[in-house]
T-cell receptor, first 111, second 113 residues
Framework: GEDVEQSLFLSVREGDSSVINCTYT??????LYWYKQEPGAGLQLLTY?????DMKQDQRLTVLLNKKDKHLSLRIADTQTGDSAIYFC???????????FGGGTRLMVKP | DADVTQTPRNRITKTGKRIMLECSQT?????MYWYRQDPGLGLRLIYY???????NKGEISDGYSVSRQAQAKFSLSLESAIPNQTALYFC????????????FGSGTRLTVV
């Protein structure tokens, strides 16, 4: 079955880089996503990567995908206090399949 | 207006009561979903619908039912609420490909006492 795992908590200082990690078990995963959830809000899609890519960069965000190890990471450069939130990774086997979510990583950014 | 609107935002109800959570979307998408969020467990799928005539159970459908009243509306009901249904509930929508992720509502925080 599908399983997506994340560490529960990450604390960084403002201005540092944050790296949030995710592992998944389904080698058929085709689409992998990162969502951000701010307090009192729903999940907001941050970025996604297709399995035929190994890296995607979007401004301060860098997504790295290691298909061999089934490992996905999200790097946030120059982390700001506004980046404090819960970050979820999610995967789906193909377009049209339901997403399977990890448990979420709470990022705390200290001034 | 938000793309996905959930009502109510917060609700406290008593054990055994019937409660309905409502969701509407303005994205024009066919697909809608109901998820439940519990701390440390991520999001778990309750029910999903790929179009008005299509309803499917997710991984944790017991104790819940849904109604897809229109393309834009998908409601979740708890027929007889119990305390372990206390959670944050999210509605989401996606297009037919699902490839570009889901759009989520802001959630309904439900407390069953």
């Amino acid at each position: 079955g599908e399983d997506v795992e994340q560490s529960l908590f990450l604390s960084v200082r403002e201005g540092d880089s944050s790296v949030i990690n995710c592992t998944y078990t389904d080698s058929s995963s085709t689409y992998l996503y990162w969502y951000k959830q701010e307090p009192g809000a729903g999940l907001q899609l941050l970025t996604y990567i297709f399995s035929n890519m190994d890296m995607k960069q979007d401004q301060r965000l860098t997504v790295l995908l290691n298909k061999k190890d089934k490992h996905l990471s999200l790097r946030i450069a120059d982390t700001q206090t506004g980046d404090s939130a819960i970050y979820f990774c999610a995967e789906s086997m193909n377009a049209g399949n339901m997403l399977t979510f990890g448990g979420g990583t709470r990022l705390m950014v200290k001034p | 207006d938000a793309d996905v609107t959930q009502t109510p935002r917060n609700r406290i109800t008593k054990t055994g009561k019937r409660i309905m959570l409502e969701c509407s979307q303005t994205k024009g998408h066919d697909r809608m979903y109901w998820y439940r969020q519990d701390p440390g467990l991520g999001l778990r799928l309750i029910y999903y619908s790929f179009d008005v005539k299509d309803i499917n159970k997710g991984e944790i459908s017991d104790g819940y039912s849904v109604s897809r009243q229109a393309q834009a509306k998908f409601s979740l009901s708890l027929e007889s609420a119990i305390p372990n249904q206390t959670a944050l509930y999210f509605c989401a929508t996606s297009d037919a490909t699902g490839a570009y992720g889901y759009t989520f509502g802001s959630g309904t925080r439900l407390t069953v006492v």
